[in-house]
């Protein structure tokens, strides 16, 4: 499991960006943290298959990456493999994200927003999609 986040500045920021009305520096930054979370996530997995020495299986290629090209597989709540989010709950009693200052909403959204958690897997045939 994992658990990462770019912090409540950029919640912070943003906001103040979209209540000055700014909207386009708004859209861009938004966007700016909330892909930097999801690179993080993408980031502490590679960190992990490294661990396992399972790195080796990584493609070189960008595009390949994209395309889930390494081996196992990172699920996130709310998304169709895992869709309950109240899920969030039992990931949180494990990592205690607390630490690090993420919280969970009533209806069980990462707060700060740019956050993300995932459940790792890590078999040889865990994918997102098996669709061929």
């Known amino acids: 499991c994992l658990l990462v986040t770019v912090g409540q500045q950029a919640s912070d920021y943003s906001a103040r960006l979209f209540e000055s009305n ?3 520096d708004y859209l861009y930054f938004h966007g700016l943290s909330v892909e930097t979370a999801e690179a993080l996530a993408e980031y502490w997995h590679r960190h992990m298959r490294a661990e396992m020495g399972i790195q080796n299986n990584d493609a070189q290629d960008v595009k390949k990456i994209f395309q889930q090209s390494y081996r196992g ?7 169709p493999a895992c ?3 109240e899920d969030q709950t039992k990931l949180f009693q494990l990592l205690q994200p607390e630490r690090i200052g993420v919280s969970l909403t009533e209806e069980f959204h990462l707060v700060p927003e740019q ?3 995932a459940i790792v897997v890590h078999h040889p045939e865990a994918k997102y999609f098996n669709v061929k």
């Open 22 to 24: 700014n909207y386009s």
């Open 73 to 79: 597989s990172r699920y996130s709540f709310g998304y």
């Open 83 to 85: 869709p309950n989010l």
């Open 115 to 117: 956050s993300t958690s």
